[in-house]
Each structure stands twice: as C-alpha cells, then as structure tokens.
C-alpha cells in the first residue's frame, strides 16, 4: 500500500476497462485520481464507488481547450500534477481497403491527438512542481501487422514514435518527467467483446480461424500493475520504453503464408 501515496494522477477513459482497473489501483495505493470520460454515468458511478480519493470529470480528449483547461484546474485545486495515463482509446474494424476516411479520422483524433494534447498540457504542469510520470496506453498493434484494425494500428504507433519523443526532450531539459509507453495484447475489456462481433459480422474482415478464446486474454488489473509501476518512483530509472504486456503474444511466429 501506498505506492503512490501523495500522489496527483490524471486518467482519461477511466469510466470502464483499462481506465477504471487503473483508477482503483491508484486510490487503493494512496493517489489522488482525477478521472476523465465521455461516459458520465459510468464514470460517476466508479469514482462514487471508489470514494474520496476518486472525481471524475467529462471531457472529450479531441478538444485541444478541454486538455488545457482540466490540467489548469487540477493544478489550482489540487497544487500539483504526478502522473498522467493517456488511456482514451477507441477502434473501429477496417482493413486498408475497408476503412473509411471518417472512421480512420475519428480513431486517431481520440488516440493520437488526445494522447498529443494530453502531453503537451501535462509537461508544463509537472515541469512547475519538480516532475512526474506519463504513461501512454499503446498496443500490440504498433509492433506487429494487425490487419484488420488498420486505423487502430497507425494511431498506436503514432502513440509509441510520440512518447519517446517526449522522454527524449524531457531528458534533455533535464525536467525529470518521464514518459513510457504500455503495450497490451487483448484484455478482458468493453472495447474487446464489442469489437469481436463487430468483426465476425463483416465477411472482408471475419478471420480464417477464430481469435484467442477468453480464457487467452488477459484481465484489466494485468495492466494496470504494470501502469502502477511506472507511474510510481520505483520505475525511475525507466524513460522512453515501449513495454509489452501480451504474454509474448507479439514474438510468437507469424501466420502469412
């Protein structure tokens, strides 16, 4: 307990999956959690169930105003900001063929751009009061091919080049704030059971063979102990790494005949 203990900690997409696993395991160790979504009713719900040391707030990740205003706000109320997880994540199936300009627009906005501005907001804060951890939640998907999610796949990889830019400069203006990337496999998420039928309805996208069974995927808090380590002062040492949480499902052989 306590690994986080005085500890300001901003989660965007902490209504459900990913986000709230991370939210829990930060107030359970001691952080005070700012936690944001576009589900009001969910995230309310889980920052009521956590208790004092949980707010949430509604914000869209794509609002450039949205970013800056909340970071000036935690900041002014709460004197200081830790840790940022650039959680908010959204994929929607599509090959290279398949996915549309609109869909391929909507992904990387959330991700890309609200992991960009996410960053851009957060530096200065933690720059003023002497340093922090940002953790960006990539995937599998900027490591190895992932056909079918064609603008998921390009957003995390824009996710992974843009945090180690980040650490970089950080380091270089000696700020003493870190940034890493987590890279998971598939987890036992909203996200994930609603992307599976999305896929299996579709004959251009529906895989010769069918994908990990649920027993094959991992849970929420797998990642989140690995979001807790970094964004604790036990991982201080560690800056620009892109850390794979999959069980080594992105080094097993690959399957193009």
């Known amino acids: 307990m306590g690994r986080l203990e005085g500890k300001v900690a901003i ?128 995937s599998i998907a900027s490591v190895q091919g992932e056909p ?18 980040v650490a970089v400069h950080c380091a270089n203006n000696q700020y003493d704030i870190r940034c890493n990337s987590v890279h998971p496999a598939g987890i036992l998420t909203p996200m994930v059971e609603e992307i599976g039928p999305k896929v299996m309805d579709r004959d251009d996208l529906r895989p010769a063979s069918e994908g990990p069974a649920p027993s094959a995927l991992g849970e929420p808090d797998d990642i989140a102990h690995t979001v807790l380590f970094l964004a604790s002062d036990e991982s201080k040492f560690i800056n620009g790494a892109a850390i794979r949480v999959d069980n080594a499902k992105s080094v097993v052989e690959g399957v193009v005949p």
Request: with cysteine; hydrophobic share 40%.
């Open 11 to 138: 989660i965007t997409g902490a209504a459900k999956g990913l986000g709230e696993a991370d939210a829990r395991m930060f107030a359970r160790e001691g952080a005070t959690v700012i936690m944001t979504d576009m589900d009001e009713a969910n995230g309310q719900r889980v920052a009521g169930e956590i208790g004092q040391a949980a707010e949430f707030h509604v914000q869209d990740v794509r609002d450039e105003r949205q970013w800056e205003d909340l970071i000036a706000d935690v900041v002014s109320r709460h004197g200081k900001l830790d840790v940022l997880v650039n959680n908010a994540g959204v994929v929607e199936p599509g090959t290279i063929e398949t996915q549309t300009a609109e869909e391929y627009k909507f992904v990387m906005e959330v991700s890309a751009d609200g992991t960009f501005y996410g960053c851009k907001y957060a530096v200065p804060a933690m720059k003023a009061s002497g340093g922090g951890s940002i953790v960006n939640m990539c």
């Open 148 to 165: 079918i999610v064609v603008a998921y796949a390009a957003a995390k990889g824009a996710v992974e080049s843009l945090t180690r830019s």
